[in-house]
């Protein structure tokens, strides 16, 4: 099996800027996602560049050389929590990789901000994601009518 890792998103290298929008583009992913696709790679290219790092850390999941995957962690200047999102591309889908993916990434948050509740939101209807996050420790609370995950310490 091929290495599986995340690397922090290089917003000045096109082929990453074009993997995540593709895959956040891409239908399947487009109805989980909590906010609407953006509209052209130019717009989600200055979307990155003025969010990214200041306000947002955004990784890519590897394995091996392929990017499968990405996440992201935002909020992280909140004193309680940081917020994260998942998503693997739909090709890349059901071969273990958002476990892996969710494991690495709330390792790393927990390693370098310790004080703080790792916390996700699930759009409804994301039945698989939920049975994911349930699976790897996040408890499900209802916050403002809207399903929340917060990891257990």
């Not at 349930?134 to 990891?151: C, D, I, T």
Request: glycine share 6%; proline share 5%; with cysteine.
């Amino acid at each position: 099996m091929s290495k599986i890792e995340i690397s922090p998103i290089n917003i000045d290298d096109d082929a990453d800027v074009l993997f995540l929008f593709e895959t956040r583009s891409h239908p399947e992913i487009g109805k989980c996602l909590l906010h609407n696709p953006p509209k052209d790679i130019e717009a989600h290219r200055a979307w990155l560049k003025a969010n990214v790092p200041e306000k947002r850390l955004m990784f890519l999941l590897w394995v091996g050389c392929e990017r499968v995957g990405y996440c992201h962690a935002y909020d992280f200047t909140d004193k309680d929590t940081v917020e994260v999102g998942f998503v693997v591309h739909p090709d890349y889908q059901n071969r273990g990789y958002g476990t892996e993916m969710v494991k690495l990434l709330t390792r790393k948050l927990k390693s370098s901000m310790p004080q703080r509740k790792v916390i996700l939101f699930v759009r409804e209807g994301n039945t698989r994601a939920a049975r994911l996050y349930k699976k790897l420790g996040f408890v499900e609370k209802w916050f403002q009518e809207e399903s929340r995950f917060e990891l257990e310490q």
